[in-house]
């Protein structure tokens, strides 16, 4: 199944990925973390979801892009599992601005590409996402086709996804939730 979990800044949105991954059968989980490093800021983050999941039995993955060519087989540990119980991708925005700043011609397609890749090398996969346009705020160009990219990926992901959540002030609120059959 795949779940889309989505929310602003600061809502609880990760913790609740953490926790709805962990809920899932299973016991091979790959985290994948998008994040690149720029400054203090993003050093001080990553810390902190990394002290979130510490001792959770997530195995990390850092893939700041091209998750196209992401291959599970070719990770060492994972080699023998033929595919993961559960993959969770954190986060989405910080996946499209790589892929947007990297190249940004052809980077909404290139996610989703990367998307169903994943879909096909797990049982599960949750994709952390934010909420975008909500702010009511004027930006410059460049960051409104970013937002734009955005934007239309988590559209993509609500649609294909069987179970979409947003989490507001630490509370999910079910959007979507397709079972599956």
């Not at 979801?49 to 195995?59: A, D, E, I």
């Amino acid at each position: 199944m795949q779940y889309l979990i989505t929310g602003g800044s600061g809502s609880g949105k990760s913790e609740y990925a953490e926790e709805l991954s962990l809920s899932l059968n299973g016991e091979r989980r790959i985290y994948l973390a998008t994040m690149r490093i720029w400054n203090e800021e993003g050093r001080a983050r990553v810390q902190r979801h990394t002290r979130m999941r510490s001792g959770k039995g997530f195995l990390t993955v850092e893939r700041s892009a091209d998750l196209a060519s992401f291959l599970l087989s070719e990770l060492p540990f994972a080699k023998k599992w033929g595919q993961a119980d559960v993959i969770l991708l954190e986060c989405m925005s910080n996946l499209a601005v790589n892929e947007f700043y990297d190249r940004e011609e052809g980077a909404g397609e290139r996610i989703l590409r990367g998307i169903h890749g994943l879909r096909a090398q797990c049982r599960d996969l949750v994709i952390v996402t934010n909420e975008v346009f909500s702010d009511g705020m004027a930006y410059d160009e460049e960051t409104r086709r970013y937002a734009s990219l955005l934007a239309g990926l988590n559209r993509e992901l609500a649609r294909d996804s069987d179970v979409v959540t947003e989490v507001v002030f630490g509370i999910p609120t079910a959007v979507k939730r397709q079972m599956q059959t």
